[in-house]
């Protein structure tokens, strides 16, 4: 797989560059899964100043976002994978889809410790198992796209379609 200029590698033979979460949730996937990782520089680990310097483009990358939904005093979390080039209608389908009377992003320490993964690093694979992974249809149907690895100093890539078959994955059209 190639995107941008970085050097990807099997991801399995750099936990070193993955949280330990996103470390297991590779090696339970395996080998045919295809997922790739890449170091890059922790201070560019934010979209779009990752997406100039390593020459990705925006529609080849995605954000996961992880949303505190509440109903009748409980909170339940959420991953949201859209595309960068798109922002997920959280107050819409993502609320209605969760049937939460409220939804917002969740506060940083809380995703933070939450996940085990660094802020500007969450990814989709990794997370609580009981945590619904919402992903958009475009995320889903993409050939190679790049995500965070749960730390801020590499990326992965892999197959829409291995987001999309994560055990609390659910395909939705999320953006707006």
Same mark, same amino acid.
């Given at each position: ?20 979460? @996103?470390?297991? /949730? #590779?090696?339970?996937?395996?080998? *045919?899964?295809?997922?790739?990782? $890449?170091?890059? =520089?922790? &201070? ?45 209608? @959280?107050?819409? /389908? #993502?609320?209605?889809?969760?049937? *939460?009377?409220?939804?917002?992003? $969740?506060?940083? =320490?809380? &995703? ?48 829409? /379609? #291995? ?14």
């Amino acid at each position: 797989m190639t995107i941008g200029t970085l050097d990807w590698r099997e991801a399995a033979g750099r936990p070193d560059l993955l949280a330990e979460p @996103v470390a297991r /949730a #590779v090696e339970d996937l395996g080998a *045919a899964a295809g997922v790739r990782v $890449a170091e890059i =520089d922790p &201070a560019l680990a934010d979209t779009a100043a990752f997406c100039e310097r390593y020459g990705v483009r925006p529609d080849e990358s995605a954000n996961c976002v992880i949303v505190a939904a509440k109903r009748a005093g409980e909170i339940r979390y959420a991953a949201c994978v859209v595309l960068a080039t798109a922002r997920a209608d @959280v107050n819409g /389908a #993502v609320r209605r889809h969760l049937g *939460a009377r409220k939804i917002s992003f $969740a506060p940083q =320490d809380d &995703a933070v410790t939450l996940t085990g993964m660094e802020y500007g690093g969450i990814t989709p694979l990794g997370l609580p198992e009981e945590w619904p992974v919402l992903v958009d249809e475009a995320v889903a149907a993409h050939p190679g796209v790049v995500v965070g690895s749960g730390v801020r100093r590499s990326k992965l890539a892999l197959a829409g /379609a #291995v987001l999309a078959g994560l055990g609390s994955a659910e395909v939705l059209p999320l953006a707006n």
